[in-house]
């Protein structure tokens, strides 16, 4: 009865923060609708890493080359050519926005998979570091293969189109209740509907048997296999789904910038995310929703209200500064998270605490699955 | 061929210094399972301590103030963070330390600010002639203390209680607690070593041909991680090994960019990364490392 | 009901576990109230199937089982009159207690010598180190002749020596043998029951976990028979032998045609092979 | 979220307001102030204003690094930019109205630069400093779509093809020719010679780069490339390599702690060669370390605005200014081109003001219509009026000393070469 009640509740809790969020490009100026964007294709791009190590317990650091992959090739493949400065002219191959978005995230899934064949051969750490180099690979290529990338510079990215309908300031004027509607407010409402979908979709997912699949290899691989699950196909198939997260996560990205640069897409990006899911809870959808908004609008949010905040140092002085004092939290934070709440802030918050597994450094010892009953089996 | 010569020397030298980076990589993975990608900032915390010091106590004196710095900084590290969950999965260890260099660099990269910090050390840019090559006496100061803090290292792996403790440790650390090893104990070493290893190693890097250090340092412990990966994460000869590989490597991609223009420029850095990912390919647990015991 | 002290008879045993509860998580109840005890000088056996509590018994008392996130719910172990629950297990090395685990788990990659250095970690004293080495060497000779080589190289019957040459550089008063039988050929499990019983004779007093009951039966003089975390039988080895349940179960003597029984022994040994290979 | 709150700040309306409008077609425009964020004109006192000018204050906004890897240059030309202004507000700042800044740190952090300019865009005329290739190229196109007049802190001749950019000084490519230009005059290097470039991979870099290939060209010197990334501290395999060519000069495109290393190294192995560089090459912190002598004896710089301790009535009152402020700062030229930029910023703003146009467009007309901004000679006198052209193509040359405040004496007064006269970038006239 309760149980039913707190589902209902949360629901109810969950219906009313969509309706909020709906509503609010008619109360909120640009600054807030910006940040909404990154924070909606950060949740998609965490979501999407989560699966990889939260749920699956594999380490990546890749994540960045992926939304590049997302990004870049949404840029190309929507793009025309033009002479984007510096005497270096960009190729592009003119698709409709939809088809290259959706061939966007496809190329970022077979990324994926072609690094799965290295992250099914690697095991724990050595797959963290193994994938810390496609980001070195990754921005490389960004800056030497310039007439696809624009190289430093970057290149634009084609304003996103549905159905004739464009995501831009015009064409067509759109008014709603008399506020315009310009770029920034219909990007929203096209991440919030990307979001609502990424979200159930990867809550189906966990919920089913490739959810509990993953787990068991995360606590696992032996055990895992010993139960017939095929290890390595659940690997690569998580690598790829959680790619191609990243890949949709870098479309938005590449709208909400108009110009990706190679700089974005850097290692400090990997890690970002990573701190992410780890603050938001390992293992959480939900979790890597308010981990992704918790950190991409810390900095932000901070800065903005930096006048006043007077224990902050303002622009000029000396002292710790607002884009200092993100890091640091944010870096205290995955160093707490870890240490005592393993739940993340979706552990806190939740009424249900961990909505999909355990956390990776507890595992449950009297699960079935889990490693140390197989470990310690008192025989 | 004289060229070729230089650019060997060049990537020795610097490969030695990530040798040490990457020693302390492994230390800390042989002892305690985790991979510390807070080397970075402990090799910022120490050599900043160090160029900080050194006009109060000579070079001398804030090399030994800057490695005990160093140590203690990664003593800090261990007792308060790593050891605290003490069962907990060394991926969630692995991130945890992430966190820790997100905080130490911001705060020290703060701290330096534009700056490049001196160490007053006693080559300055006084160069050695070696045949028909040039190396600054730094380089080869560096190359001299490497080798010999990595020979006093396989010395104390290979003799000291704390090498057969450590080792033993690495290979089985329930037998080997049952033989009375106190895992902490060797854990804590390990990462006095290791941050020991990264101050002297930052204080190298900041010596000529490099002016100094400055808020980018603490970056090359990412040349350091291809190093030790590639020799195996477990193997401290491999990280020695490693560093000199990945040291001439890019040395010797950097100094023949131009024959090689095609795969662009420049190849130094993401050369080190690329070759990771070979060997990698090629042997999973790089070419020094034991291949994961797997015990269910 | 107070344990016989047994054999020896005098005063108050060397090592004495009482009432020791021990669960794995919230499920799994390893030892539900186990009491017996070691005299100063014997041997004693615990005899048990798989899943019977005996590697947790051992663990307990050597301090690992936290390593294992074991939880001691109740009971106590006392080690010539000092409490060792709670002492971490340096501490009960230090106290005189040594394990030689189950499966020999020697340092496969250290040498000979190097392994046993590793046994006498808590041996401050050099000269006392040299004496537990010389001892080692005078009980395994062939040890001596292998000391530089790697570990991993020797054979079963010898890295089973070594983990007992190991176990004994640190002077232990107390040797827990966690099933030194296990996957060796008969012959050499009688070279190690001589071993252990001229150990035992130079004055170290012996706990021997076993699934081999014959060799266990003929080392000891007084055993315990623990099933699903109790102790369901105990007494001097000459009345445990007349016993129907050890006969049956530990002896295969009386029905040599009961299949259920030697399938029950055959796969918890198969199943230790994939574990440790 | 936290953005529930209708009534935080950046929020101008309420729901009542929005259903009002929905109900009053007519009003729509009037009630719906994000529409026009973006150029708000009134007329007011018979003078066009946009976003950011009141009747008392005209609010500028400066995106800047105060706490990534620039945050040192980002601070100093913050703050000659705030003393310049003091000192025109103390003079009755310009069409009766103060000069504000509204001052950002992105700590050169591209998603945070996006993430922070909606902020700024309403509220500022224009952009008195936007800092970092990267988050330039990245607000590109937010720039032009919202009509921004902006300084950028770069010196790329890449970003000339954005009319809203106004580059105060020359930019890198042409630095370079009139630093090569200066070398041959001086004899350190003649036709035939080899000469080594080591510059930045990115825009700052390569920019500096098609400098050296077409003074190259023309002077018939043999150019030996080797580019390198910004983390790199240790620049001696490029300097070996370039050695093995036997350069006979290094030209610089790089960032200070590589400059140190250039010099060391090159002095070190002997080759002590002359190197010039670009004006990010040097801070005055450089010669306080091990590097120092090598720099004081080999390093020179080109740049088209005076060094800190510059002699003009400009730079003299731009140290004045800074000194009194900032007695204990480690001085260096960012704080003087800070002040000169401003000044540059302010004429314009003159321009819009006799115009009685302070709007963006009003602001983007008296750009063009600026022929020659006078700095008292910090800067030489820049030109805006062709789109897509460098303002000026003079530059000087200072060299390393550490008896000169901010580390820098000029040894070449400003001066546009012949061969810098006749250059063109591949940008050159694009702009508008």
């Known amino acids: 009865m309760s149980e039913l009640l707190r589902r209902h509740a949360s629901r109810a809790v969950i219906i009313a923060l969509v309706v909020v969020l709906a509503a609010l490009p008619l109360y909120v100026g640009a600054f807030w609708l910006q940040l909404g964007l990154f924070v909606f294709a950060a949740a998609i791009g965490a979501i999407g890493l989560n699966l990889v190590t939260g749920t699956a317990g594999q380490l990546s650091l890749a994540h960045a080359f992926f939304l590049a992959i997302g990004a870049y090739g949404y840029a190309y493949l929507s793009g025309t050519a033009t002479s984007i400065g510096g005497g270096v002219v960009v190729d592009g191959r003119e698709l409709p926005p939809l088809l290259a978005a959706a061939l966007a995230v496809a190329l970022a899934g077979l990324a994926g998979l072609l690094f799965s064949p290295i992250a099914g051969r690697l095991r724990g750490i050595y797959l963290g570091v193994a994938s810390l180099s496609l980001v070195f690979i990754g921005q490389h290529v960004l800056l030497n293969a310039k007439d696809i990338t624009g190289g430093f510079y970057g290149r634009n990215a084609a304003p996103f189109q549905l159905f004739g309908f464009t995501f831009t300031d015009e064409d067509p004027d759109l008014t709603v209740l008399g506020v315009r509607f310009g770029q920034r407010e219909r990007l929203w409402y096209l991440g919030l509907v990307l979001l609502i979908l990424c979200y159930l979709f990867a809550t189906n997912v966990l919920r089913g048997r490739p959810g ?12 895992a296999a010993t139960m017939g699950v095929n290890v390595r196909a659940y690997k690569a198939w998580a690598f790829v789904l959680s790619s191609m997260y990243a890949g949709l996560a870098g479309v938005l990205v590449a709208l909400a910038f108009q110009r990706p640069v190679p700089d974005y897409f850097n290692l400090t990006l990997s890690i970002t995310y990573l701190a992410m899911i780890v603050i938001g809870g390992l293992g959480s959808v939900r979790g890597a929703v308010i981990g992704a908004a918790f950190v991409t609008a810390l900095p932000l949010v901070l800065t903005h209200y930096s006048d006043h905040l007077t224990f902050l140092a303002q622009p000029g002085e000396s002292g710790v500064g607002a884009a200092d004092f993100a890091k640091y939290v944010y870096g205290g934070l995955v160093i707490v998270v870890i240490l005592v709440a393993p739940g993340g802030l979706a552990g806190l918050f939740g009424a249900r605490g961990r909505q999909t597994g355990v956390t990776t450094d507890q595992p449950d010892p009297t699960g079935p699955s889990s490693s140390v009953m197989v470990k310690e089996d008192p025989l | 061929m004289t060229y070729f010569g230089v650019l060997v020397i060049n990537g020795v030298s610097l490969g ?37 010091t050194h006009g109060d106590l000579g070079f001398a004196g804030a090399v030994l103030l800057g490695v005990a710095a160093g140590a203690a900084g990664a003593l800090v590290i261990e007792f308060v963070l790593v050891r605290r969950p003490r069962h907990a999965d060394p991926i969630a260890l692995a991130i945890l330390t992430i966190g820790v260099d997100i905080v130490l660099s911001t705060e020290l990269t703060r701290r330096i600010g534009q700056d490049v910090l001196s160490f007053g050390d ?28 990595v020979v006093l290292f396989f010395a104390a792996f290979k003799y000291t209680s704390w090498g057969v403790a450590t080792r033993a440790t690495a290979e089985d650390s329930e037998a080997a607690a049952l033989m009375g090893i106190r895992r902490g104990r060797v854990s804590m070493v390990a990462w006095i070593v290791a941050g020991a290893l990264a101050t002297v190693a930052g204080v190298f890097l900041g010596t000529a041909p490099s002016p100094g250090l400055n808020n980018s340092s603490n970056l090359t412990a990412l040349n350091a991680f291809p190093a030790a990966v590639v020799g195996g994460l477990d193997s401290t000869g491999g990280a020695v090994a490693g560093g000199v590989l990945i040291g001439v490597v890019q040395s010797l991609m950097d100094g023949y960019n131009d024959n090689l223009s095609f795969l662009g420029s420049p190849l130094g850095d993401v050369s080190a990364y690329a070759v990771m990912l070979v060997v990698l390919l090629w042997r999973p647990s790089g070419l020094f490392g034991t291949r994961e015991v797997v015990r269910v | 009901m107070e344990p016989a002290p047994a054999a020896s008879g005098a005063g108050s045993p060397l090592l004495a576990v009482s009432d020791l509860a021990v669960r794995y998580g919230r499920a799994v109840q390893a030892l539900r109230g186990v009491t017996l005890a070691v005299p100063d000088g014997g041997i004693v056996a615990v005899l048990g199937n798989n899943g019977a509590g005996k590697s947790t018994l051992l663990r307990t008392i050597s301090g690992t089982c936290r390593l294992s996130r074991a939880v001691i719910e109740a009971g106590s172990v006392t080690f010539a009159g000092r409490r060792l629950t709670g002492v971490d297990p340096g501490g009960v ?21 190097e392994n046993l250095r590793a046994g006498g970690i808590r041996q401050r004293d050099r000269t006392e180190r040299a004496r537990s080495r010389d001892r080692v060497f005078e009980l395994f000779p062939l040890l001596a002749d292998r000391r530089k080589q790697r570990a991993g190289l020797l054979s079963g019957g010898e890295q089973q020596m070594l ?3 190991r176990a004994l550089m640190a002077a232990p008063r107390l040797l827990l043998l966690d099933e030194p039988s296990l996957g060796l050929a008969p012959r050499i499990v009688g070279q190690i029951a001589e071993v252990i019983g001229e150990i035992n004779r130079q004055g170290t007093s012996v706990l021997l976990v076993e699934q081999n009951a014959e060799m266990a039966l003929e080392l000891a003089t007084y ?32 029905d040599p045609g009961n299949a259920g029984a030697a399938a029950r022994r055959e796969r918890p040994a198969l199943r230790r092979w994939v574990a440790n290979g | 979220m936290r953005t529930r709150n209708p009534y935080q700040a950046g929020t101008r309306r309420t729901l009542r307001a929005a259903l009002a409008c929905a109900t009053v077609v007519a009003l729509v425009a009037a009630c719906s102030t994000k529409s026009n964020g973006g150029g708000s004109d009134k007329s007011n006192g018979g003078i066009k204003t946009g976003p950011g000018v009141t009747d008392s204050t005209i609010t500028l906004g400066v995106l800047t690094d105060l706490s990534g890897v620039f945050a040192v240059l980002g601070k100093t030309v913050t703050q000659g930019a705030q003393l310049y202004f003091d000192k025109l507000n103390k003079d009755g700042g310009i069409c009766g109205r103060q000069i504000k800044l509204l001052v950002k740190d992105d700590g050169y952090d591209v998603q945070k630069a996006v993430g922070l300019y909606p902020d700024m865009e309403s509220s500022v005329l224009g952009m008195e400093q936007l800092l970092g290739s990267p988050i330039n190229a990245a607000l590109k196109q937010n720039i032009e779509t919202d009509k921004m007049f902006t300084i950028p802190v770069s010196w790329a ?15 890198y490519d042409l630095e370079l020719i009139n630093g090569i230009s200066w070398m041959v005059d001086k004899g350190m290097i003649k036709r035939g010679d080899a000469v080594g470039h080591i510059y930045l991979e990115g825009e700052y870099g390569e920019d500096g780069y098609l400098g050296s290939k077409f003074a190259a060209k023309e002077l018939g010197l043999k150019l030996v490339g080797q580019k390198i990334t910004a983390t790199a501290t240790d620049v001696s395999t490029q300097i070996a390599a370039l050695k093995n060519q036997g350069v006979k000069a290094i030209l610089l495109t790089t960032t200070p702690t590589q400059t140190a290393s250039a010099a060391a190294v090159d002095a070190a192995t002997g080759l002590n060669v002359p190197l010039l560089g670009n004006n990010p090459v040097f801070v005055p912190q450089l010669l306080g370390t091990a590097a120092g002598p090598a720099l004081e004896k080999l390093l020179y710089v080109a740049a088209s605005f005076e060094p800190y301790s510059g002699d003009s009535a400009g730079a003299t009152a731009a140290r004045s200014a800074f000194e009194s402020k900032y007695p204990t700062a480690v001085p260096n030229g960012g704080s003087t081109w800070g002040w000169g930029g401003a000044e540059a910023y302010a004429t314009v703003l003159k321009k819009a003001c006799d115009n009685k146009d302070l709007t963006r467009d009003g602001l983007q007309k008296a750009f063009r219509q600026t022929t020659s901004v006078d700095t008292d000679g910090i800067l030489p006198s820049l030109d805006y009026s062709n789109p897509g052209d460098p303002p000026t193509r003079e530059a000087l040359v200072s060299k390393a000393d550490k008896s000169a405040k901010g580390g820098l004496d000029v040894v070449q007064p400003l001066k546009a070469s012949d061969l810098a006269k006749k250059y063109v970038a591949p940008e050159h006239g694009k702009g508008g």
């Open chain 4, 157 to 171: 001749s890449t970003i000339l093809d954005n009319p809203n950019n106004m580059i105060v000084g020359t930019t």
């Open chain 2, 122 to 149: 006693p080559w300055g840019n006084d160069t050695v002639d070696l045949g028909p090559f040039t190396v600054p006496q730094a380089r080869m100061g560096a190359m001299a203390v490497s080798v010999g803090l």
């Open chain 1, 212 to 223: 509990r699949a993953l787990q068991t290899i995360r606590d696992s691989e032996i055990a």
């Open chain 3, 163 to 165: 983990a007992i040459g």
């Open chain 3, 223 to 254: 055993a315990y028979v623990l099933e699903l975390g109790r102790v369901s039988l105990e007494g001097s080895v000459e009345e445990l032998r007349r016993t129907d349940q050890v006969q049956r179960l530990y002896l295969g003597g009386v």
């Open chain 2, 16 to 52: 030695f210094i990530y040798g040490l980076i990457a020693l302390g990589f492994v230390v800390i993975y042989k002892a305690t399972e985790v991979v510390n990608f807070a080397q970075g900032s402990m090799l910022l915390l120490g050599a900043y301590i160090v160029a900080r």
């Open chain 3, 93 to 113: 090395v230090t106290a005189g207690v040594v394990q030689v685990p189950e499966g020999r788990r020697i340092f496969g990659r250290l040498t000979v010598d």
